[in-house]
Every structure is written in structure tokens, then in C-alpha cells.
């Protein structure tokens, strides 16, 4: 946090006014980051940070517990229908990605 004086502060102000207005938010912001740094976020924080932003545009993550057999039968139809390589099939996050298109597009036929 940047401490000043009522004098560091009143120099401070005469001296925004020579800064254009358009340009003045981000000198002043600048000037702070030199003065005090600002700390590195940590993992938890930037994690929660990524939470929010998800749920601001209205997306959620959901875990689900789905039988080996079914998701061999979902790639196997992702396969056929162009949607995965078998070479893709073999990586979770791809998988996984395909999944959670085919709930969405299930979803949103349902939704309207």
C-alpha cells in the first residue's frame, strides 16, 4: 500500500495535471507499480480468479463420475463422427473437451 504526506500527496496531484486526461489513469498507475511493486498473486488466488471469471460469462465446471464403458461408446461416436482422431481419443484433455461439447450441444436442444 503507498503511504503519503497531505505535501507528498498535493505534489503529486499538481504534477497529474500536467499529465494529458486521457493518459493519466494509467501514469498514475504506473508510478504506483514503480513505487510498490505489486505481489505476484498467488496459485489459490489466481485459480479463484479464473473461477469468477467463468462464472461472470456463465460457465461452470461439474465433475462427473461416467462408467468406462460409456465414454468408450461417446469417443467411439466421436470418432465416427469426425468430431476425434483416434490419435486424440488417446489424450484425456481432448476427451474430456468432446464431452463437455456433446452435453452442450444436449443441453442447448433441450433449453430452447
Do not use: C
Not at 473461477?51 to 463420475?65: D, T
Amino acid at each position: 500500500m503507498l503511504a503519503l504526506t497531505d505535501a507528498q500527496l498535493a505534489d503529486l496531484a499538481i504534477a497529474a495535471t500536467a499529465v494529458d486526461h486521457r493518459r493519466r489513469k494509467r501514469w498514475l498507475r504506473d508510478l504506483a507499480d514503480r513505487i510498490d511493486p505489486p505481489r505476484a498473486r498467488s496459485p489459490a488466488a489466481r485459480r479463484q480468479a479464473r473461477v469468477r471469471a467463468r462464472r461472470r460469462n456463465g460457465v461452470h465446471v461439474y465433475r462427473l463420475e461416467l462408467s468406462d464403458v460409456a465414454v468408450e461408446g461417446l469417443i467411439l461416436r466421436s470418432i465416427l463422427h469426425g468430431q476425434l482422431t483416434e490419435s486424440q481419443a488417446l489424450e484425456h484433455r481432448h476427451i474430456e473437451h468432446v464431452l463437455g461439447q456433446l452435453l452442450e450441444e444436449e443441453g442447448f436442444r433441450w433449453a430452447r
